[in-house]
């Protein structure tokens, strides 16, 4: 402890003309006021305040700050507020730590409760994606556009773009989205556009599940899910089955009209999914290294599966042998560069409208291809191999494995009475046209 000739009261002044002697290390000075405040001087020229008292049975010295960022009543009163803690037994490193700490954690807690829904998204998108496929994660993107571009298609005659059903949720802080919050949101969505509006909603109920049990986030959100409520889901709605397919009867104008679309690759495309009873984004992502034309066979990315390898027909093999080589996707796009065809359905609506068929969506063709052959009476393994469809029983999923030749001698069958059936003429002996290179 200091000696009585080392300690003053200490003033502006005497702080002020304080120094350290020559040939000395440090020099300290005690305070007459707050006896354990002592003013440190080093050969620099640089002085601080620092605390000084007896913890335990040992000498806890701390330090306080210069002079430059502490007046004196500061220091003082800094040195009283640590002796208040000895006397109690307390540690003031201990202290300041543990209030750093909780300083600290409340800095954060306030970070996570500003955050908003927007961002807690784009980081679960971003964590998640590598599970999901492409049309998966297109959806989530698509459905939470903030829209506003300006556009001439798609727009019903406004000319831009617009939102997407999920995007007035996400720009709201995430502690926001309530049970409250997402039944107004349902009960507005489910009036305007209640098909998409309940496909963002399952997207919803995921995004706040990985919310709950992530470290981040998992403090703001309800415990129970805010988005599963009995009332979110009467206002969206339930999803009627699609009973949209294709009659036998209307093959023929179907294929009429399709074969005369100005848009070959459209034209085959639309031909293939119908064929093939394919998912249409299968069909549309499609490249060249998928077709093997050795064995006859076509890869297809599958979302159930990773993939699944089909037949390759003949009308379809001619259909493919007649396209133009513009990218490695086998239905490119004559707009952009290395990219499938966009918005295949536009021509197929008006390719409807021609042939008079009432609304068919793209799926559709898919359950027209399920449709059509019962008429064969082919095994349902058989059509579920070929389109993809999980097997539905056990000696199914775990005994039949049925290879590329006997899923051919069904697939061609399939192939030959569609066509018969809507009256094209094919010589299924006939080789394909040669591919060509533009």
Known sequence: ??????????????????????????????????????????????????????????????????????????????????????????????????????????????????VTAGVAWNAYIEERKRHWGEHHLGDHVRLARAGGQVSARGTRGRGKTSAGPLHPLLVLPLRDLTTSTIEAWAAQEGQARPTVARLAWRLLRAFLAWCSEHPDYAAVVPNINPAKTRKARESLGKAGAKQDALLREQLASWFDAVRALRNPTISAYLQVVLLTGARPGEIQAMEWEDINTQWRGMTIRDKVEGERVIPLTPYIHHLLASLPRRSRHVFASNRAEDAPITEPNHAHDRACQVAGIPHLTLNGLRRSFKSLTEWLEVPAGVVAQIQGHKPSATAEKHYTVRPLDLLRLHHERIEAWILEQAEVQFDAQALPGKLRAV
Not at 58 to 69: D, H, V
């Open 1 to 114: 402890m200091a000696e009585a000739t080392n300690r003053v009261r200490l003033t502006a002044g005497r702080v002020a003309a304080f120094s350290c002697p020559p040939g000395k290390s440090q020099k300290f000075l005690w305070d007459t006021d707050v006896p354990t405040l002592l003013l440190r001087a080093t050969p620099t020229g640089r002085k601080t305040y620092a605390f000084e008292s007896r913890l335990h049975g040992k000498t806890l010295r701390l330090s306080i700050g210069t002079i430059e960022a502490w007046t004196l009543e500061q220091a003082r009163e800094q040195a009283r507020a640590y002796s208040v803690m000895i006397d109690k037994g307390l540690d003031p490193r201990e202290v300041e730590q543990q209030q750093t700490q909780e300083t600290k954690a409340r800095q954060e807690a306030a970070k996570v409760q500003a």
